[in-house]
């Protein structure tokens, strides 16, 4: 293996001024860029949960005005979901890593690469917008006739915002599979791609068939908002429940966009840090593609209780029961990857831990809302609500944060101190179960979601919740703070700290602007730990 | 000074024990799974650790007998959970007959119950303990969501459409009442409290209300509106008779069949030029605006009634068996 001394000329410090940033062409870059914005929105969303969690910690609704708990909770679905957790793990460590894993100088279309991060910002400038001139009160579901008739907030702002951001997730998901198909080294065959790339294959298949969808809904509600056609108010002969069809045949699918490519970054971070192959790699492949295609045929499962047939939710029923499988059959390929490896215990590692018992426990209280009986008492209750952050947050969250503590050192040439990272994954580890675990309890209760004064009695919960909501706070700064210190003063992290395997280690760190020096050629499959000339653990 | 920390809902009707069985049991199954991958991840944590980062591990690719193993017990488990979860939830869609029935709307933010007897209250519903008690509802405005932890049961409630959910009450007391469905600036607000009452504490406050029942008051608006003009009983009107037609089905001018009830009422007063009756003409207009979903609801219990008491609908169904001859230009094959 080759090894690049460090002061060469390296992506980021190949120019210096603003423009060559905002007209760079250059994948790793535009990752960068997409980095900084997503943590921007990221932290915005952040401060309206801090708010949400003060506010709860009292039954009375005694903080803020019920209109403005409302837009609270709204602001922080709205960029959380589409700012943060739909580009996360593709626009920046898709962006960054794909091109280099595959030994390829660039994505298929690196212009159109720059132009969905313009996109992007564009989307994100009208929602920051809608929320400053006084922001939306809908939930980020929108759900009509609340959001098409009745709502006095900045509807349709938001809507324009979230319909330009989805332009960004459909190119940069087809961007991606040309780029796959195309633009892979001599050597490098499908079954010789690391998963995580699989998964991104999978995502951008949901981002390209998918997000057209919504494109369309926020567009039909945006008409009837404002010119008055009928498509989902009763009144002018449409259909509320319309509206909720068209609305999760993307989200339930767009849940799969913010999950399996945080799920193919754990599967990097696994076998490097137990030094073995995947177990099961075509099985953990096939399953990305599994749930990318059956995400599409769930989304009713929405709807239990918004009078639908009961035959139809029979149905969606068995059908989510059913997508639940691929996602068991990866999470024990990754527990058997353990078994008889040799396991480094290093900060990437940390948070696949802390991956691997959140998202289980997301998962598995899927199934008591896939199950019919029982969802009807859960649905719209705050088990709904620690379901899915234990999904969003216990799996794409972590998952991202896994691949980014992975390569880290990569993108930056730079290494962050390794027990502030541990630190930091046991604080988000153990705030986030302080603060969700509780939630399903008070679900089962029955307290529902989207409340801004409650019943007395589920105070004690809420205020458990309120307190590991501080401490995931805690640990969040944390990351910022030893991230940011690594890159303007860390140490120098080499070409290959972890003594990885795969294309993007054999690079200097940073990379250079064109990524290899010369064309790399595949000879073997990936995670070839086993092979190495070291000791078997 | 804390009302204590309750871990679990109180059990208040027949469905809360069924319901609450699955949930139990799903529990089990996940904590089973759950508990086996965390401890693997656990014990394989610490026993093939290796703080050197040197060695590698052993070369393991996959197991075709585990992935199928892993594919297929998982997937029979999630059939058990999926069978017994859909037998639950027939058990809570299927409304036993003879529940008592009860009327409500909700509209930004409150519930308003309507008792068949002629009770109506806001944010706040009587009913019996032992009996089934079936609610059947609308939105004025937004989507709101009819919710009873307490039982187990919730449904949305939808402008333009009729929800309904069922429960008997199994022990005596007061509980929750919540909106379910986000509806706005106060929809936690839009919370109240169901009593359930001995029956005959029921009966007293039945009584206690006064007021007219809520066929009476549809029979009120039947004649303010101007229906009886139209709907004479015996047919001879310019719209058809509604005597007895309750629960039966009726033959429309495209010749399809539809079953008379709730929904299609509500449709023949807000939009009749949907449906058409066949035999008749598009001359009923819409009451659309001029009649409250409340308004419609006790037209629907008086139309109703109509059928169901020997009272006011006897003369008419006496006269009934009569005009067949005439009416035989668009039904009745030889087999009927
Ligand atoms: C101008 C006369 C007229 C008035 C007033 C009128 N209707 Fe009708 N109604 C008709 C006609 C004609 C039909 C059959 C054609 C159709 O389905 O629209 C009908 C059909 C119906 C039906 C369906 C009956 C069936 O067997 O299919 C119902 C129910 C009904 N009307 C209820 C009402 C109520 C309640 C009112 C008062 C709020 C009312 N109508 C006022 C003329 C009238
Ligand atoms: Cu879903
Ligand atoms: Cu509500």
Redesign the pocket.
């Known amino acids: 293996m080759t090894t690049t001394v460090l002061p060469r000329v390296n992506y980021l410090n190949v120019k210096h001024t603003v423009a060559s940033w905002l007209l760079t062409k250059d994948h790793k870059r535009i990752g960068i860029m997409y980095l900084i914005v997503v943590s921007l929105a990221f932290l915005i969303g952040g401060i309206f949960a801090a708010l949400i969690r003060v506010e709860l910690t009292t039954p009375l609704g005694d903080l803020v005005s019920d209109d403005t708990y409302n837009k609270l909770f709204t602001m922080h679905g709205v960029a959380m979901v589409f700012f943060v957790l739909i580009p996360a793990v593709p626009a920046i460590l898709g962006n960054f890593a794909l091109p280099l894993m595959i030994g390829a100088k660039d994505v298929a279309f690196p212009k159109i690469n720059l132009l969905s991060w313009y996109i992007f910002v564009i989307g994100f400038l009208f929602t920051i917008a809608a929320g400053i001139l006084g922001g939306v009160d809908t939930g980020w579901t929108f759900y009509t006739p609340y959001s098409s008739v009745y709502s006095n907030s900045n509807v349709l702002l938001t809507g324009i915002g979230i319909f330009i951001a989805g332009f960004s997730s459909i190119l940069t998901g087809l961007n991606f599979m040309v780029t796959i198909h195309r633009m892979r080294a001599p050597g490098m065959t499908w079954f010789r791609l690391p998963l995580f790339i699989w998964a991104l294959y999978a995502t951008s298949l949901v981002q390209i068939l998918g997000t057209p969808v919504i494109a369309i809904t926020v567009l039909m509600l945006a008409v009837e908002r404002a010119l008055g056609f009928g498509f989902f108010d009763p009144r002018l002969g449409g259909d509320p429940v319309l509206f909720q069809h068209l609305f999760w045949f993307y989200s339930h699918p767009a849940v799969y966009i913010m999950i399996l490519p945080p799920m193919g970054a754990i599967s990097e971070v696994i076998a490097c840090f137990s030094r073995k192959s995947i177990f099961g790699y075509s099985f953990v492949a096939f399953s990305s593609l599994a749930i990318a295609v059956f995400g599409f045929l769930v989304w009713a499962h929405h709807l239990f209780v918004s009078g639908i047939s009961p035959y139809s939710a029979m149905v969606f029923s068995f059908l989510s029961f059913a997508v639940a499988i691929p996602s068991a059959i990866k999470t024990f390929n990754w527990t058997a990857t353990m078994y008889r490896g040799a396991i480094w215990w290093q900060a990437p590692m940390m948070w696949v831990f802390g991956f691997m018992g959140l998202f289980l426990i997301g998962g598995l209280t899927g199934l008591f809302l896939a199950a019919l009986g029982l969802d009807v008492h859960l649905h719209d209750t705050y088990f709904v609500v620690a379901h899915f952050h234990y999904i969003m947050v216990g799996g794409a969250i972590m998952g991202y944060f896994a691949g980014l503590h992975y390569w880290w050192p990569k993108m930056t040439g730079k290494m962050y101190s390794n027990s502030a990272a541990t630190l930091a994954a046991l604080l988000v580890f153990v705030g986030f179960n302080l603060t969700f675990f509780p939630q399903f309890i008070v679900g089962y209760l029955g307290m529902p979601r989207r409340y801004h004064a409650y019943a007395d009695e589920f105070q004690v919960l809420n205020v458990l919740s309120s307190a590991g909501a501080s401490i995931m706070g805690v640990g969040y700064t944390l990351i910022a703070c030893y991230l940011l210190y690594s890159f303007f003063k860390g140490k120098d992290a080499g070409p290959n700290p972890w003594r990885a395997v795969g294309l993007e280690w054999e690079t200097q760190s940073p990379p250079i602007p064109e990524n290899f020096t010369e064309q790399p050629i595949v000879t073997a499959a990936p995670y070839g730990y086993e092979t190495r000339e070291s000791n078997v653990g | 000074m804390l009302p204590g920390i309750p871990l679990f809902p109180e059990q208040a009707s027949t469905l809360a024990p069924e319901v609450d069985n699955l949930y139990f049991f799903i529990t089990a199954v996940t904590a089973f799974f759950a508990l086996l991958v965390v401890v693997l991840v656990v014990v394989f944590a610490i026993k093939y650790r290796d703080k050197t980062g040197e060695k590698v591990g052993h070369p393991i690719h996959g197991s075709l007998p585990l992935e199928i193993g892993w594919s297929i017990i998982p997937f029979l488990v999630a059939m058990v959970i999926f069978v017994w979860a859909t037998v639950v939830f027939f058990h809570i869609v299927r409304a036993p007959d003879q529940a008592l029935e009860v009327y409500s709307t909700g509209k930004q933010w409150m519930w308003r119950f309507q008792h068949i007897d002629g009770q109506s209250e806001i944010n706040e519903l009587h009913v019996p303990v032992g009996r089934p008690v079936k609610i059947t509802f609308t939105s004025e405005d937004v989507l709101h969501s009819l919710y009873f932890p307490a039982f187990r049961v919730k449904a949305d409630a939808i402008p333009g459409r009729y929800s309904s959910l069922w429960f008997t009450a199994t022990k005596t007391g007061e509980y929750h009442l919540f909106c379910a469905e986000y509806c706005g600036t106060a929809h936690s607000g839009m919370v109240g409290k169901v009593v359930v009452m001995e029956p005959d504490d029921y009966q007293a406050w039945l009584s206690g209300g006064g007021g007219l029942s809520l066929a009476a008051r549809?029979e009120q608006?039947?004649q303010q509106?101007?229906?009886?003009?139209?709907?004479l009983g015996d047919g001879s009107?310019?719209?058809?008779?509604?005597a007895g037609?309750y629960g039966t089905e009726?033959t429309?001018?495209t010749g399809a069949t539809?079953a008379?009830d709730d929904i299609?009422?509500r449709e023949?007063?807000l939009t009749?030029?949907m449906?058409?009756?066949a035999?008749?003409?598009?001359?009923?207009?819409t009451?659309q605006g001029?009649?409250t979903e409340e308004g419609?609801m006790s037209?629907i219990e008086?139309?109703k009634s109509l059928s169901s008491t020997a009272g006011p609908a006897a003369p008419t169904q006496a006269s009934a068996p009569a005009p067949p001859p005439a009416a035989s230009d668009n039904t009745g094959g030889p087999g009927e």
């Not at chain 2, 009107?237 to 509604?242: D, K, N, T, V, Y």
């Open positions: 549809g608006l039947f509106l101007g229906c009886v003009g139209c709907h009107g310019r719209g058809p008779s509604l037609k009726e429309l001018a539809v008379i299609y009422i023949s007063i009749p030029q449906k058409l009756t035999g008749y003409g598009p001359l009923m207009p009451f001029l009649v419609v037209l008086y139309i």
